[in-house]
């Protein structure tokens, strides 16, 4: 079965990468979230996708220059102003603490392609470990040689390079890093790529999965998963795939 995993959450329909839109992403049908982690002044490990906090919040500034119970002051319900609660920034312990409860799996993006924060692998591991979610959660980046020294410290957790561009024989290079499987961009994910990867026992999960035809087409080969910002529209199209 082709897994359904929420990109930032629900994004479509909440603000990204806050705690109601991975609540909702769950009640929508998701079988796990995909987030993205930054680093705080102070150490801290934080869920947002931006280097920047101008985007998502109603501050302004880089993530990497403020103090984490600064950044917890910022109200990231971004567009969607009419909800009547303030939204934080999580932190990534608050995410994975209510994550252990679930049956979620989660793909961590480590956003340190721009900033290099130092110590971050270590960090998440360390993290993924006490809550004990070293099965369910799978290493993400572009930055190649940051998911490579992952692996390096935690063999148990799976990695699995982000490709923004068509490569050649994708499976084999996701074989030669001691990854199991990529997240390429849709467009570099056809048909014939899905399948040989598949067959040479490597996954496959495209990002970002929003358009219906896409949808199908992915579920039509039995990719194995999808990154979606609407896991609700993808759980539905699943379904009836199902019944069909």
Known sequence: MTLILAHRGFAAEY??????????AEKAGADGLELDVQM???????????????????GTGLVMDYNYKDLRKLDARFKFKALPEKQQIPALSEVL??????GLSCNIELK?????????????????????????VIISSFNHYSIVRSYMLAP??????LLSEG???PWVYAQSIRASGFHPHWRAAPDQIIKASLESGIEVRPYTVNKDAE??????VNCSGVITDDPAKAYKIRRNKKQA
């Open 215 to 220: 949808l199908e087409r992915l579920f039509r």
């Open 97 to 102: 603490e209510w994550l252990s409860k679930t």
């Open 112 to 136: 340190n392609t721009i900033v290099p924060y130092e110590g971050m692998e270590e960090k998440v591991i360390k993290m993924v470990r006490d809550y004990q979610l070293s099965d369910r």
């Open 167 to 169: 490569l050649y024989m």
């Open 40 to 58: 705080t002044k102070d150490g801290e490990l934080v869920v947002i996708h931006d280097e920047k906090v101008d985007r998502t919040t109603d």
């Open 156 to 161: 148990e957790i799976e990695i699995a390079p």
């Open 15 to 24: 603000p990204e990468n806050t705690m109601i839109a991975f609540k909702e």
